[in-house]
């Protein structure tokens, strides 16, 4: 089983950037698509982007296509979240995930979760 610990998050004003990193270990992540998620107070874990076990396949949620880039480094065994122009309404905690197989476009398989990183986003 592949363990996951996120870093990277923090506070920061509305407009600025943010990269988070997943870093996985227990297993080499290349045969794993990895997911990127988060938990704003009060409501339920949104599904954010999703890349696959090659980094060919990547998946949006509509909310951050155009400002945010998930990426994975496989030498590293780490995946990335950049963050762009960020706004308010992404203060969540954001949490990695990783799924064996291919299909990244569904939140379901997503397992293996890492501890979480606050993102705050000041208005």
């Known amino acids: 089983q592949v363990q996951l610990v996120e870093s990277g998050g923090g506070l920061v004003q509305a407009g600025g950037s943010l990269r988070l990193s997943c870093v996985a270990s227990?297993?080499?992540?290349?045969?794993?698509?990895m997911g990127w998620f988060r938990q704003a107070p009060g409501k339920e874990r949104e599904f954010v982007a999703a890349?696959?076990?090659?980094?060919?396949?990547?998946y949006y949620t509509d909310s951050v296509k155009g400002r945010f880039t998930i990426s994975r480094d496989n030498a590293k065994n780490t995946v990335y979240l950049q963050m762009d122009s960020l706004k308010p309404e992404d203060t969540a905690v954001y949490y990695c995930?990783?799924?064996?197989?291919?299909?990244?476009?569904?939140?379901?398989?997503?397992?293996?979760w890492g501890q979480g990183t606050q993102v705050t986003v000041s208005s």
């Open positions: 995930a990783a799924k064996l197989g291919s299909y990244i476009y569904t939140p379901a398989g997503f397992g293996s």
């Open positions: 227990g297993r080499t992540v290349s045969g794993y698509a």
């Open positions: 890349i696959s076990g090659s980094g060919v396949l990547i």
